[in-house]
C-alpha cells in the first residue's frame, strides 16, 4: 500500500494511493498514519480491505498539499557515510561500524515544502535518502530477519544539511542538521510487502533540473536490515519512528570549488524507484 497524508500542517487527514493512481480517503477508518496504526495489524489489514473491496471515498487532489506519510514521529535516527561512493568524494575511509547521530522530529516537513536556508548559511547541501519506519518496537535484535520483520515501509527523505553548521562550528553533527525544515519526507509510506529488496534501489536528485545525485542502495555500506538491527542495539526502536540510511554520492560538499552549495531560490527535486518524489523550494529563513 502506499499511505500518505493531506492537507494543511498540523491538519493533515490520512489517505491511500491506489493502484490506479486516485487518492482515497481513510478518515472513515483511521484517525491517522502513525506508529499506532501501523502497529495494529487488524486496523491494517481493514486498510487492504477496504481498498480491495473499491469502497474508500476518493478525494480531489487538485491544490492538496501532501504532508508527511506519518504523524507523530518519535525519533528520527540517520545513518552517516553510508555509501562508498559518498565517503570516497568526501575523502573519509568507509567506517567500521555506522555512523549514527539524530534529527529532531519537528525537522520533518512534507515532500513539497518550502525548505529554508538557515541565517548566516554558506553551505546548505542537500542529500536523498531512503527513510525505514518501523512498525514493531525493536530492542536488540539478533539477525537481518528479525530486522526486516520489524520494517513497516520505505519512504523518500531529504536529509537536508548546513556543512559549515555540522563540520566548522565544533561539537557534534547536530548544529548542521536540525535546522527548521532540513527534513523533507514523502510523499508516500510504501509498506515493506511492495519493497521486496530495499537494496534494489535507484536514488535521484536535481537542483534546477540538474542532476547532482543518481545512486543505487547497492552501494550501501550497511545495508537496510544491517542498519535496523545495529540501532536496536543502542535505543529501542518505536512504531512511526524513522532511520534515514545514508546518501549516495554527488553532495554539494563532495564537488570541486566553488562548491555549489544551495541558495534561496533554488529548486531540489528527488525521487527513489517505487517511492515517489519530492520538489522543494527554497527560501530564507
Same mark, same amino acid.
Given at each position: 500500500m502506499k499511505l500518505l497524508r493531506v492537507g494543511p500542517p498540523g491538519a493533515e487527514r490520512p489517505a491511500l494511493l491506489d493502484r490506479d493512481g486516485v487518492l482515497r480517503d481513510l478518515s472513515a477508518l483511521v484517525d491517522d498514519i502513525d506508529g499506532s496504526l501501523l502497529a495494529d495489524a487488524s486496523a491494517l489489514e481493514r486498510i487492504r480491505? *477496504? *481498498? +480491495? *473491496?473499491?469502497v474508500l471515498p476518493a478525494l480531489d487532489a487538485t491544490g492538496l498539499r501532501?504532508?508527511?506519510?506519518? +504523524? !507523530?514521529i518519535g525519533k528520527v535516527v540517520c545513518i552517516g557515510l553510508n555509501y562508498h561512493g559518498h565517503a570516497a568524494e568526501t575523502g573519509q575511509a568507509a567506517p567500521a561500524e555506522p555512523v549514527v547521530f539524530l534529527k529532531a522530529s519537528d525537522t520533518v516537513v512534507g515532500p513539497d515544502d518550502t525548505v529554508l536556508v538557515p541565517r548566516g548559511s554558506v553551505? $546548505?547541501?542537500?542529500? =536523498? @535518502? &531512503? *527513510?525505514?519506519?518501523? +512498525?514493531?518496537?525493536a530492542r536488540y535484535l539478533e539477525t537481518d530477519?528479525?530486522? &526486516?520483520a520489524h520494517v513497516a515501509g520505505y519512504a523518500v527523505a531529504h536529509d537536508v544539511s548546513e556543512r559549515e553548521f555540522q563540520i566548522e562550528r565544533g561539537?557534534?553533527?547536530?548544529? +548542521?542538521?536540525?535546522? @527548521?525544515t532540513f527534513n523533507p519526507f514523502g510523499?508516500? &509510506?510504501? $509498506?515493506a510487502d511492495e519493497v521486496p529488496d530495499p537494496q534494489a534501489l535507484g536514488l535521484r536528485l536535481w537542483v534546477n533540473g540538474e542532476l547532482k545525485q543518481d545512486g543505487h $542502495?547497492?552501494?550501501?555500506?550497511? /545495508?537496510?536490515? @544491517? =542498519?535496523? !538491527?545495529?540501532?536496536?542495539r543502542f535505543m529501542t526502536l518505536y512504531p512511526g519512528d524513522v532511520i534515514n540510511t545514508g546518501t549516495p554520492a554527488g553532495v554539494a560538499m563532495g564537488q570541486p570549488e566553488p562548491k555549489p552549495?544551495?541558495? /534561496?531560490?533554488? =529548486?531540489? @527535486? &528527488?525521487?527513489?524507484?517505487?517511492?515517489? !518524489?519530492q520538489r522543494q523550494e527554497l527560501k530564507g529563513a
Open positions: 480491505g *477496504a *481498498a +480491495g *473491496a473499491g501532501v504532508g508527511p506519510p506519518v +504523524g !507523530r553551505k $546548505t547541501d542537500w542529500e =536523498v @535518502e &531512503l *527513510a525505514i519506519v518501523i +512498525g514493531r518496537t530477519e528479525e530486522a &526486516l561539537g557534534t553533527w547536530d548544529k +548542521g542538521k536540525n535546522c @527548521e510523499p508516500w &509510506l510504501v $509498506t $542502495t547497492s552501494d550501501q555500506i550497511f /545495508p537496510v536490515a @544491517e =542498519v535496523v !538491527r545495529y540501532v536496536s552549495y544551495l541558495r /534561496p531560490g533554488d =529548486v531540489v @527535486e &528527488l525521487e527513489i524507484d517505487g517511492l515517489g !518524489r
